[in-house]
């Protein structure tokens, strides 16, 4: 049920499968966040148009709202946000590490107030796996203890160590509650370590060293470092991830980062970008980003994307959509998210096939060709 | 091309057709308001879902911005807002006249500052009818003088005087602009008068006197008058209105408006309280509006309409629906925006279900029943 095979290779790069409870997913893939249990400003039935396989949702953000007992009386994650296809959530590690206001670690967890109503939460390795058992997404994340990009090498160190030391009790407390129904929820780990490549080969080490993992993710990376870093540390890693995992970067990210991850072997992508900043005007063209504000567009009669098949490039004119923005209507968020979706779902469509053809290298030399260096639009 | 064929009644309650140059409309419809050229938060598609088969939209709103030189460039109204079912355009009257702000009333027309750029703007009725012309809806309004509901007789005498000699230049101009294509676009007059029933019957007759028409509307009511006022003046009107003419009341309504005013002969309505009250969080059901923030749906299962064929209603719950309006997600906003649309577009459906059944009174009386006097829910 939580099976992944390489179907094809070009270079570091790969087109694989994962077979999950809810569905198969064709990797490399981009996961829409769907952070409260929704993508922002798009529905179910956009993200099954736009080719949508795998939804995130947050673990921290529904904790505190609605709150899992709600979600479980309302028939799970799936049933709730009538999402049928593979769910995956983030354990909130990132978002409680994240928080202005009180927080407190301690090796036991992490005591911090509810954005939303300022009460006192803990979450603990157990926790945040009991809450994801209950969300009863395809697959849970294990709570990680994240650390700013910037770290110093000691706190690095420090929080890649608890991060492991959570990872166990995660575990443990996830095969409990998976000992009669196995088949319904995976658990996948994250590997910490700042920018510090000695950590976390270690910390990769000694996640492969406690247990057989059906997926592994890499966390605190895209967090403020420059974009080389990022793409060291994935050379770096690329030959020590066990080949037939699936590899997730998570909150990467922009078209460019993933074009590059992909030809560095990782599998999975999330992030906000496509939906927040299609709610700012910015939408991704193969030609580079477009600010749908601009005077330029107001009476071009082209779509955003004249490659692109979604509702908003096969329906509406660009200057349609500056009005829409111009004038704050709703419509305008919506159309912009759906494009900007649709678009990473084709560029990794796109490198799906590249890599099928074994010419991930040219397709990626011709991609960044035009959209890091477009020419008059 | 603008054709009216009353197909059933029942006592003064009519079922009929309008065929217009995008398309044929069965009467009772419910227009939704598609203000700035976009029903707020609901797309073309939406919009085709839930049955719609007019929209409205405003030349005020459109002229000022973007300008119906950029909707011109882009094709016209409804390429620019890919709606290919039939569009009337509202002349801007109403739109003028409750600008707050500088306005400046003259016979030759109004001269009002733009509320996006506060520009200096005239508007005449041979300007209003070019405006709409451009836009290209198949209805187009004749350009009216509108007062405050409570205007007493010499103010609403004034203005009913003055649209009626405005109608006869918006008729000159549209006479002109359609001589070379009179199929594509006709113009409706607008009926004034304020709560004055002997001012509403004369102003009748001038206009019913002034020209044929292929429709007439009914403005100035539903501005803050008493119910009872309103049904008062349409049971007047109804016996003096030519009964092969669609009838249109302007700006109604929430659902007990509708079926009070078919019940007087009423053929077509539009209003924003559908989209606006959605985004507000109201929603109508069988059983009286729901305000779905309301603590009791926290983990409601149920649809908020079980009645409901809505992609809201057949989709997600009660305890859904409330956390994205708690966790002000946008998906609530349209979802809501769709059900009361789709709510409204369905009672005109039951209407004309039950005037061809010839028992629209009995219905009335059972529908009233429900919708006023709920039981627990």
């Known amino acids: 049920m939580f099976e992944f095979t390489v179907d094809a290779t070009s270079g570091a790069a790969r087109v694989g499968t994962l077979t999950l409870p809810h569905g ?23 993200l099954r148009a736009v080719g949508a396989s795998l ?8 904790h505190v709202r609605p709150g899992e007992p ?9 049933r709730f946000m009538a999402w049928d296809r593979p769910l995956l959530t983030d ?21 911090f107030q509810s954005h939303v109503d300022g009460s006192r939460r803990t979450l603990t390795p157990e926790r945040a796996t ?25 706190t690095a160190r420090d929080a890649m160590e608890r991060t492991v030391r959570w990872l166990g009790r995660c575990r443990k407390r996830h095969a409990e509650l998976t000992a009669s129904a196995s088949c319904r929820q995976t658990l996948w780990p994250i590997l910490q370590g700042g920018a510090h490549v000695e950590l976390r080969l270690e910390g990769l080490r000694r996640i492969l060293d406690l247990a057989p993992w059906t997926g592994l993710a890499i966390g605190g990376l895209s967090v403020g470092e420059a974009k080389p870093v990022m793409y060291g540390m994935l050379d770096a890693l690329e030959p020590r991830l066990p080949p037939a995992s699936p590899r997730y970067l998570m909150g990467v990210g922009f078209p ?19 939906t927040r900043n299609g709610r700012n005007g910015s939408a991704f063209t193969p030609d580079g980003p477009l600010n749908i504000r601009n005077a330029e567009h107001r009476a071009d009669p082209r779509p955003l994307d004249d490659t692109c098949d979604c509702e908003t490039c096969t329906t509406f004119s660009r200057g349609y959509l500056r009005h829409l ?24 469509e796109d490198m799906r096939a590249a890599i099928r053809r074994n010419a991930f290298g040219p397709w990626a030399e011709d991609w960044r060709r035009r959209y890091l260096h477009p020419g008059p639009a």
């Open 91 to 111: 354990s909130g590690g990132f978002q409680v590490f994240s928080l202005e206001g009180f927080r407190q670690m301690s090796e036991d967890g992490v005591e």
């Open 325 to 348: 923005f111009v004038a704050e209507e709703l419509l305008g968020l919506r159309l912009l998210s759906l494009h900007n979706v649709r678009y990473l779902i084709r560029l990794a």
């Open 256 to 274: 460019e980062d993933l074009v590059a991850a992909v030809e560095r072997g990782v599998d999975l992508f999330d992030c906000v970008a496509p």
């Open 130 to 154: 009991e809450i994801q058992w209950i969300l009863g997404a395809d697959i849970a994340m294990a709570f990680d203890h994240v650390v700013r990009g910037g770290a110093d090498e000691a």
């Open 55 to 62: 939804v995130l949702a947050n673990t921290y953000h529904l």
């Open 24 to 46: 198969a997913v064709a990797t490399p893939v981009f996961m829409p966040v769907g952070t409260q249990g929704t993508v922002r400003a798009l529905s179910p039935n956009d």
């Open 70 to 78: 709600v979600i479980e009386k309302l028939g799970g994650l799936h």
